[in-house]
Every structure is written in structure tokens, then in C-alpha cells.
């Protein structure tokens, strides 16, 4: 099982990024995706899930109006498409997949990819 994020940088704010993580290695389109952040001295919280069709989608409410999360589930693909940054967005960002209903052998994590938005 493998989780790749990509698409983190140093961007100024107002600007926007798209964080793009690759699944491989399990059943990408029987999984609930998601993006949690991690601020540097913060816990780790959620910004936005998908559900496994891509039919419905929940925000932080940091991240309404600013974030979009979409899947393609033939390129087994999650994206989060981040506008209007703030400096307060800078953390690493992780995708993370989850089986609805089963244990947490059915939980993955990527590495992380560090956004950072700074003058």
C-alpha cells in the first residue's frame, strides 16, 4: 500500500496550490479519502474528505469556500485543489484512506508534503 502526496511548495499568500496524492496497493475506489494538516507544534486535523464515489465531501471550516477535494477513481487519484492561502494553512499535509466500517488494518497514511505560504 502506498499513499504519495506531490504538489506542496512555498507560495505567498492569497496564492493557490494542488496537492495531488497517488494510491497504489488496495481497492482505491471502496475507500473514503481525506487530507489532514499538521502545523508545527499542533495536532493533526482534518481538512477535507471525499467519500468513496466522490458524491458527497466534508470540510474544516478552515477550508470551506477556499478548498476543493475531488478523486478520480480510474487514475486512483485524490486532489486538493487549496486557494486564497493564508499563512495560517502552512503545515504538512497528509492524505489518508480509510475502509468505512473496518478496522484500522484499513487505514493508510501517506508521508506528507509541506505547504507552506509566507511573503
Known amino acids: 500500500v502506498q499513499l504519495v502526496e506531490s504538489g506542496g511548495g512555498l507560495v505567498q499568500p492569497g496564492g493557490s496550490l494542488r496537492l495531488s496524492c497517488a494510491a497504489s496497493?488496495?481497492?482505491?475506489?471502496?475507500?473514503?479519502m481525506s487530507w489532514y494538516r499538521q502545523a508545527p507544534g499542533k495536532e493533526r486535523e482534518l481538512v477535507a474528505a471525499?467519500?468513496?464515489?466522490?458524491?458527497?465531501?466534508n470540510y474544516a471550516d478552515s477550508a470551506k469556500g477556499r478548498f476543493t477535494i475531488s478523486r478520480d477513481n480510474a487514475k486512483n487519484m485524490v486532489y486538493l485543489q487549496m486557494n486564497s492561502l493564508k499563512p495560517e494553512d502552512t503545515a504538512v499535509y497528509f492524505c489518508?484512506?480509510?475502509?468505512?466500517?473496518?478496522?484500522?488494518?484499513?487505514?493508510?497514511w501517506g508521508q506528507g508534503t509541506q505547504v507552506t505560504v509566507s511573503a
Open positions: 471525499i467519500t468513496s464515489a466522490g458524491g458527497s465531501t
Open positions: 489518508y484512506a480509510d475502509l468505512p466500517w473496518s478496522g484500522p488494518e484499513f487505514a493508510y
Open positions: 496497493g488496495f481497492t482505491f475506489s471502496r475507500y473514503v
